[in-house]
């Protein structure tokens, strides 16, 4: 961009601070200024020559816009066009050309712009106390140097709030409740700033019609000119688009859209767009168009597009099934009702609106506002008493299964008399009941949205999808590659067909870790008798395994652990919410642990008791512990070294936390980042992890799929942890402990038998 006439303010930013600058540039041009709105500079541009010609045509008042990142203190950092302005302006001083006055903005990443520092001085950078007032300080500067133009609606909302302070004093209730409206319309105004317009084109889209509106944006129905197609384009308001936190927020809910195209969600096709509107920057993504209307319309609707009360809990079952494969990969919706529902021109539900979307984890949730309508929302998030988590999922699916069946707007009574307005309905007593259980108020009392879509599958007789429950076929990931090693006959036995080593099964969900696929094969178990730090135990001989199975890419962690006990006992936590691994757990606690979540999963458990003996159950399909052999061929997947990296300590610091590394403390699962070759993390250290089998020495001769002996006083714990030496988590590493032992070392991780083909 090149000046071109005299301009009030020149506006120069670096590309990462791009919609702070338009968010400035809108307020500027509110107060009446005229903007240069200069853009990144391009490879090879003279940021001089453009940076001086803008000065010899910017009137009045000049203002830069940098980001100081976090790692320092330099306030121009080693940004090149600031730079060149800066010593620009010390020339002009030296050889006493006319000074103009200077506002530098230094931007907290953190930070909404307009509580940043702002105040006219010359090229000196700003501390935190100085003036926050940067508006009323641009505004003097402007005045002073010739007046602005006529004021826009920010200045409105300024003028109003004054004149609305004045007639309280006066106690004029007329004028008060005048001023109250005339406000409310002029931050609308000056939230979403100057109305789009039918006609008006963002890059190639033309916008045909607006579609649906709320607090945060815009939905229009646009013609792709490059595609000749309808689009439907959602735009975010000005005034929240200021705010990086938010505007990545809007980001982030259309990229994750994007993300889960194969399910039935709305797909998205650009992600992230911004263009640069009347001085004003727009964020804006572009999905799918569907003219069929949302779940709420085509409910309330009294003409043929009307959805009975069937048809509409249909489309609630689709969305429980879409919910449930979005848990299993990781994500909360936050947001689910009606009017975010979707129906395409057969009557199937899509799943839309991620914008408050969130991790099961919940470890980027913050309790400063509120997220969705506030009868939709779970208690503890309209309150903000909790953390999101899938519990006030299950709360918005149930009250809009409530919406469906009542087939009217919902009143107050829904949801502060929701016993009495739940029996009134007309669906089953057992509906009724697990409607009831999904708007329980403490969350941990709730029930799944797999116990809600069971319940809606029998309210409409219609069988359910083949292991629909278990999610296992979501999104499977591509198969690793396994490097070729010299010994043949320790490579895993694969047969034409199979799953490969490594291939996630079934993806990570709040109850357990991701499971990883192993194959049956032959290795060599143990260690040889050279290897540093071995142990007598550790007797090489050959193992096989004629049986694959699913293991857990990590130990389980205390988020996990408690969505299935509601209790967790780890004396290690953090920031992390929940990542880091469950520990301070014996034996019994882990086996309690697998019969819960099998139970949970419809699987027969794996255990029994005994009077106070467990007992393994013969060809149970449940969750279980991995033998001695099953841990410690997952573990090398294929290698033979000390470790599955290498044999070398310098090998083990990049994959476990160890004695050395660990800081005397746990970590989050997969910190490291490094699984082995067959997708497994923290194979070494970390947390000790509890196998299935008695301690005893390796039985001879050699047998298949060893897996201890019958009975025994000590359990084997596998792996080292956070607190042992590098010698004491290699591999081939066996420790004997009582079962009813306690300690901050111990985990466990989870294995499963491989699927059955059903008939």
């Known amino acids: 961009m090149t000046p071109s006439r005299t301009y009030d303010f020149f506006l120069s930013y670096a590309g990462y601070a791009k919609a702070h600058a338009a968010a400035m540039a809108y307020e500027l041009e509110d107060l009446g200024a005229d903007v240069f709105f200069d853009g990144n500079l391009k490879s090879g541009a003279d940021p001089a020559k453009i940076i001086r010609a803008a000065l010899e045509r910017t009137r009045v008042l000049v203002v830069v816009l940098a980001v100081r990142p976090a790692h320092t203190r330099d306030p121009y950092y080693q940004d090149a066009e600031v730079n060149a302005f800066v010593q620009l302006l010390r020339d002009a001083d030296e ?10 903005l230094y931007v907290d990443q953190e930070v909404p712009f307009r509580d940043i520092p702002l105040a006219a001085h010359k090229v000196v950078p700003l501390a935190l106390g100085a003036d926050r007032d940067w508006r009323a300080a641009a505004g003097r500067l402007l005045a002073d140097h010739g007046g602005a133009r006529s ?37 609308q105004l000056a939230e979403q700033g100057p109305p789009l317009e039918a006609g008006r084109s963002l890059a190639e889209f033309e916008l045909v019609e607006k579609v649906g509106s709320g607090g945060f944006a815009e939905v229009w129905k646009a013609w792709d000119r490059a595609t000749g197609r309808h689009r439907a384009v959602k735009v975010l308001h000005i005034g929240h688009g200021a705010n990086v936190l938010t505007r990545e927020k809007f980001f982030e809910g259309a990229a994750v859209m994007r993300e889960l195209h194969d399910l039935q969600v709305v797909q998205v096709y650009q992600e992230r767009r911004e263009v640069v509107l009347g001085g004003a920057q727009r964020a804006y993504y572009v999905m799918d168009y569907w003219p069929g209307g949302d779940l709420s319309q085509r409910r309330l609707e009294t003409s043929e597009a009307h959805l009975d009360r069937h048809a509409a809990l249909r489309c609630c079952t689709q969305v429980a099934e879409c919910l449930l494969a979005v848990h299993a990969r990781g994500k909360l919706h936050r947001d689910v009702k009606p009017q975010n529902v979707l129906i395409d021109r057969h009557g199937h539900a899509l799943l839309t609106d991620f914008d408050l979307v969130g991790d099961v984890d919940a470890s980027r949730w913050t309790k400063s506002r509120m997220g969705g309508t506030p009868i939709y929302a779970a208690p503890e998030v309209e309150h903000g008493t909790g953390k999101p988590t899938v519990a006030a999922d299950v709360w918005s699916l149930t009250m809009m299964i409530v919406f469906c069946a009542y087939g009217a707007p919902l009143p107050p009574e829904a949801k502060l008399e929701r016993r009495e307005f739940v029996n009134e309905l007309r669906v089953s007593d057992r509906l009724k009941a697990v409607l009831l259980r999904g708007l329980e108020v403490k969350p941990r ?11 809606l599958h029998d309210e409409l007789s219609v069988d359910p999808p083949l292991e629909w429950q278990r999610m296992a076929r979501v999104r499977p990931v591509p198969a690793r590659t396994v490097a070729p090693r010299r010994a043949e006959n320790d490579l895993p036995r694969v047969e034409p067909g199979d799953t490969a080593p490594g291939e996630v099964v079934m993806l990570e969900a709040p109850q357990r870790p991701a499971m990883v696929h192993i194959p049956a094969g032959e290795f060599m178990m143990g260690s ?65 642990y697998c019969n819960t979540l099998s139970a949970l999963e419809g699987r027969e458990e794996a255990w029994s008791k005994a009077g106070d003996r467990w007992v393994r159950v013969p060809n149970a399909e449940g969750y279980t512990l991995p033998t001695e052999t099953q841990w410690e061929w997952a573990c090398r997947a294929c290698t033979r070294t000390a470790y599955w990296s290498g044999p070398a300590e310098s090998d083990l610091a990049a994959v476990g936390w160890y004695g050395q590394n660990s800081g005397g403390k746990t970590h989050p699962v997969g910190e490291t980042n490094r699984p082995n070759p067959w997708g497994l993390h923290d194979m070494h250290g970390l947390v000790s992890e509890w196998t299935a089998d008695w301690y005893a020495d390796y039985p001879e001769p050699d047998s298949d799929d060893y897996a201890g002996p019958e009975s025994g006083v000590l359990r084997v714990i596998r792996g080292g942890s956070w607190s042992n030496l590098a010698g004491d988590v290699r591999a081939a590493l066996r420790v004997g402990r009582r079962p009813d032992i306690k300690g901050r070392d111990l985990g466990f991780r989870v294995v499963l038998p491989p699927f059955r083909t059903r008939a």
């Open 151 to 187: 004021a826009g609606p920010l200045s409105q909302v300024e003028s109003l709030q004054r004149s609305l302070a004045d007639a309280r004093d006066r106690g004029d209730a007329t004028a008060e409740r005048r001023l109250k409206h005339a406000l409310v319309d002029a931050r």
């Open 445 to 455: 009392n709730r029930c799944s949205v797999g116990d809600i879509a069971g319940a």
């Open 528 to 592: 040889p008798e050279d290897e540093p730090g071995r142990y007598g135990d550790e007797r090489l001989h050959r193992q096989r395994l004629t049986r694959p199975f699913l293991i857990a890419a990590t130990p389980v962690t205390q988020a996990q652990y408690e969505a299935v006990t509601h209790a967790n006992p780890s004396k290690f936590g953090g920031k992390s919410n929940g990542r880091h691994p469950v520990e301070q757990l014996s034996w019994d606690d882990a086996i309690q």
């Open 95 to 104: 050889k006493g050309e006319p000074q103009r006055a200077i506002v530098p």
